[in-house]
Structures are given as C-alpha cells and as structure tokens.
C-alpha cells in the first residue's frame, strides 16, 4: 500500500497536467498549404501588444491568448504575410474581426466569415482571427486562403458556439459592415456608442453589438445589450432612461452617434434596445419595433432524439418483451410437460402415479341406494 500511494499520486497529477492541455497548445499556422511554404519558422508571442500595440487591452479584452506570424513563399516569387491571432472562445474572435473589419471591405467567404480590401484578406475560423497581407492578390489566393482556413485548429466544446445577439440586428437600412461587437468597457469606448460604460455596466455580464441604419436625417445608430435575465435587463432600462431623460448622461470622449438627437429605448426579453441619432420618433419607433427576442432560438438546440426519448422504440421494445415473456411461458410448459411424459415412460409408476400415491376416498353412494329398496321389497312380501 505504502508503494501504490506514490504511484496513484504520480498518475493523478500527470492526468491533471494531460486533462488541462487546450487546444492553445496546438501550432496556430502550418507549415506548407495551398502552394505556400513556410519560410523559416513562426514567431508566436502571448503578448498582445505583438498583435496590435494601440488596441492591445481591447484583444485583451477579448480573450487574447496568443500570437502567431508567419511569412510564405511560392516558387513563382510571390509572398503573404500572416498574422494569426487566438482567443479564448468564437465570440472573442468574431468581436475582434467586426472590430478590425473596414466598411469599404468586401465580403469573402473564407473561414467562418472573411473581408478583403486591395491585398489584405482578413478572415476568423472559430477562435483564430487570421490578417493575410499578399504582396499580389490572384484569383487563386481565396481559395488558397480557404484551405488554410481548413487546417486552423478549432477550439473545443460550446467556446465554438458564435454569439447568438447580432442575429437580432435588423437588415433593413442597415449600413453594411457596421456591425461592431464588444464584451466590454474598452470595446464601448472604441465604437463610440450612444451609452458609456457606466449604464451599461458590463459587470452584469452583458454582451453589446451595435449597428449602424440610414434614416432620412443620415446614419443612426442601434445598440443592442444583452443581459443574464430579463429581470436584470428591465433594472438596467430605468437606469437609461432615469440617466437619458434627466440628462445625467456621462459623456463619451469623441463625436458619438446618439450626440445629434434623443434617445430611444425598449426592452425585449433580456436585451434592452437603444436607438440613437438623427431619427424621427417614427423612424425610431419603427426600428425598434424590428427588434424582437426570440425565447426558442439557442445555437445548441438537439434536432434529433436518442433511443431513450424516442416513444416509437419504448413501444417497439414493449411488444418485444412481451413476445419474449409468452416464449419463455412456451418453453417452460412444453419442457414441464415433456419432462413428465419421459419419466412415466422410463420409470412407470415410480415418480409420476404411484398406487400408493393414487389412493382417493371413495362414498359406495350406490350400495345405499339399492339397500333401502330391497328392504322395502320383503317387508312387502312378509304382509301378504
């Protein structure tokens, strides 16, 4: 015992040391994809002022883990340079790409979602944000970039899962790549949204997307935040409004969008709405009526049922054990009976119907019948 204690603790701490590994000790770039060869080797830093010295507490912000850059070469003389960048989860991910990504950029379907302007390609693959830089675009560097994207290491489990709140972003007059989300105070400041940190108060655990929307006076703003709760959602809206109306409102550093006419609110679910900016009170009345929360919509929802759940095979299972039960009572009278038809054939009258064991009581009912009648018979003649 005393030797298997040392053991046992030996394997417990190796197991533990196996069981934290995450998907952040992977390599973030290949070596060799689409052509492209690795020249040299990568240099990877966990340091985000690597990634981007002005905005390194916003990547931090996000979830920055770790860095990797990379430059690659093709034998016609062409090079990229890569910049791949990890976060904790998707959402951190996507938050910096809606970040980064410029309104003049062009959609490309390139990971899970991508954008390009002249030779820059900016594209996210679960919690990986990639920043390719080619010194020629072609008409092949998209598809090349989309087999990169298909080697990239995806994180494990629901960090995977995007954010379910930009989705509730209307289309409508919407301003295209103006979408910007953010996971806190520092993100708030940077887009310059219509509310400080202060009311939102991102310790509540919120989540904030905002958009931009044309209306007849010029670009509005929509902010969408997303508490835990409704309950929280509703104390959180009387504090706008309270702040909002009675104009207590701190104000943000910078022009902000909200700066060129009122406010307006509503509460949907747990998301609380804010509409600001040169907008009639139909425009925005009309706005954030195209806001709804949806209490069915979830990113992990099971679409398909397991044998436990599914009634069909609880019923097909029941009809089994009973055609099971009704053999078995088949089985078991054939053999009973079987059994004692071989022994009365091999051992007659030993087991089964001995004598001795026949025996019954017997009442002669009969022979006192027939008695009385004889009886009355001689008495007859005797008289005559």
């Known amino acids: 015992m005393k030797l298997l204690t040392p053991i046992l603790g030996s394997f417990l701490v190796l197991s533990s040391l196996t069981f934290g590994l995450d ?3 992977s390599p973030l770039l290949p070596k060799q994809f689409g052509g492209w060869q690795m020249a040299g080797s990568a240099q990877t830093s966990k340091d985000p002022t690597q990634a981007d010295s002005v905005n390194s507490a916003l990547l931090k912000e996000y979830g920055f883990t ?3 850059t990379a430059t690659y070469t093709r034998d016609d003389g062409r090079k990229v340079r890569l910049k791949a960048a990890r976060f904790g989860d998707t959402s951190g991910a996507y938050g910096a790409f809606t970040f980064y990504k410029m309104p003049q950029m062009l959609t490309e379907k390139i990971g899970d979602q991508g954008a390009a302007l002249n030779e820059r390609v900016l594209f996210y693959r679960g919690n990986i944000l990639v920043d390719a830089d080619f010194g020629k675009l072609t ?11 298909s080697v990239l290491p995806l994180p494990p489990g629901n960090t995977r899962n ?3 709140l930009p989705a509730y972003l209307p289309a409508q007059s919407y301003v295209k790549n103006s979408a910007k989300y953010v996971v806190g105070g520092v993100g708030l400041e940077k887009i310059n949204a219509p509310l400080p940190a202060a009311l939102v108060d991102f310790a509540a655990g919120p989540e904030v997307v905002l958009g931009n929307y044309n209306s007849s006076g010029g670009q509005a703003a929509l902010m969408l935040i997303s508490y ?13 409004d309270a702040a909002t109306q009675t104009g207590t409102q701190p104000k943000t550093d910078g022009a902000s969008p909200g700066d060129a006419g009122r406010i307006f609110t509503k509460r949907t679910g747990p998301i609380v709405v804010v509409a600001s900016g040169p907008l009639s ?7 954030l009526a195209s806001v709804n929360y949806d209490a069915d919509v979830t990113w ?11 009634l069909a095979n609880l019923l097909v299972n029941i009809i089994l054990l009973c055609g099971i039960l009704m053999g078995l009572a088949l089985v078991a009278g ?13 051992l007659p009258e030993r087991v089964f119907d001995r004598p001795e064991g026949m025996e019954f009581i017997s009442l002669h009912l009969s022979d006192h019948r027939s008695r009385p009648q004889d009886s009355s018979v001689s008495s007859s003649i005797k008289a005559s």
């Open 228 to 240: 835990p709760t409704p309950q929280i959602a509703a104390e959180h809206l009387r504090r706008i």
């Open 334 to 346: 054939i053999a009973f009976g079987g059994i004692r038809i071989i022994v009365k054939r091999i």
């Open 66 to 68: 770790d860095l990797a």
């Open 300 to 310: 992990n929802e099971n679409t398909s049922f397991n044998k436990k759940d599914n």
């Open 139 to 149: 008409a092949m560097s998209a598809a090349e970039l989309r087999e990169l994207a």
């Open 281 to 287: 009170a139909s425009e925005a009345a009309s706005l």
């Open 162 to 164: 995007l954010p379910g």
């Open 23 to 25: 998907s952040s000790a």
